[in-house]
C-alpha cells in the first residue's frame, strides 16, 4: 500500500522567486518512482519530474527540481524563477511500472505579477 | 511520440444510460492501462488497470459490474459507466505504459472525459 501526503492546499509566489511544494510519502515497494504532476485548468497531466527511488541524485528539469530524502520519505519540488503559467495544480504521486499511481491531494500555485 | 487519445472530452446524458469512453494509445503498444476518476477540486483515484487480454483489476471501493472495463488490444481501452446516475459525474482520465513490469516505463495521460449525468 502507499500512501502520498502533500500538506500545503495552497502556495503563493511572487513571479520570478522561489517556491517550494512539499510531499511525504510511505510505500511497503522495494523500489519506486516519485513524480510530480502540474494540472493546469484543462485538466490535463503535465508530468513535470520523476525520481527514481534507487537514484540519490536529485532529479532537475530546467527550472524544476527536487529534494529526495529516502529515509525521510520526503519528495520536495523547487520551481525556480516562478512564472506565471507556472500557476496550477501540482500532485505528487509514487508508483510506476504495472502498478497505477498514487497522488497526494494536490498544491495550488498560485503566481503573483 | 507516446500519444494518448481519450474520446469523448464530454459527455452528458440522462440518468440510467450507459456511457462508453475509449483510450486509445497512438503510437505505442499499451501492455497496461490504468483509470483514473477526480471528482471536482480532488485529487485523482485510482479505478482499476487493465492488461491487453486479461480481466481488469478492480481498487477497493469500485465496482466492477458497474465500471465495465475491456482491453481488447495493444492500443485501446475501453471504460463503460453502466446505468449511470448522478453520484457517477466526474473527470475520467486514463493512463498507459508500455511496460508491464519495468519502472522506467512513464505512464501517459490522455486528455480526460467530463462525465455529466443529469
Known amino acids: 500500500a502507499q500512501t502520498v501526503t502533500q500538506s500545503q492546499p495552497e502556495m503563493s509566489v511572487q513571479e520570478a522567486e522561489t517556491v517550494t511544494l512539499s510531499c511525504t510519502y510511505d510505500t511497503s515497494e522495494s523500489d519506486y518512482y516519485l513524480f510530480w504532476y502540474k494540472q493546469p485548468p484543462s485538466r490535463q497531466m503535465i508530468l513535470v519530474i520523476r525520481?527514481?527511488?534507487?537514484?540519490?541524485q536529485n532529479a532537475t528539469e530546467n527550472r524544476f527540481s527536487v529534494n529526495f530524502q529516502k529515509a525521510a520519505k520526503s519528495f520536495s519540488l523547487k520551481i525556480s524563477d516562478s512564472q506565471l503559467g507556472d500557476a496550477a495544480m501540482y500532485f505528487c504521486?509514487?508508483?510506476?511500472?504495472?502498478?497505477?499511481?498514487?497522488f497526494g491531494k494536490g498544491t495550488h500555485l498560485i503566481i503573483q505579477p | 511520440g507516446a500519444v494518448v487519445s481519450q474520446h469523448p472530452s464530454r459527455v452528458i446524458c440522462k440518468s440510467g444510460t450507459s456511457v462508453k469512453i475509449e483510450c486509445r494509445s497512438l503510437?505505442?503498444?499499451?501492455?497496461?492501462m490504468f483509470w483514473y476518476r477526480q471528482f471536482p477540486k480532488q485529487s485523482l483515484m485510482l479505478m482499476a488497470t487493465s492488461n491487453e487480454g486479461s480481466k481488469a483489476t478492480y481498487e477497493q471501493g469500485v465496482e466492477k459490474d458497474k465500471f465495465l472495463i475491456n482491453h481488447a488490444s495493444l492500443t485501446l481501452s475501453t471504460l463503460t459507466v453502466t446505468s449511470a446516475h448522478p453520484e457517477d459525474s466526474s473527470f475520467y482520465i486514463c493512463s498507459a505504459t508500455s511496460s508491464n513490469r519495468a519502472l522506467n516505463q512513464p505512464q501517459h495521460f490522455g486528455d480526460g472525459t467530463r462525465l455529466s449525468i443529469l
Open positions: 504521486a509514487s508508483g510506476g511500472g504495472a502498478d497505477g499511481l498514487t
Open positions: 503510437d505505442f503498444q499499451a501492455t497496461t
Open positions: 525520481q527514481e527511488a534507487y537514484k540519490q
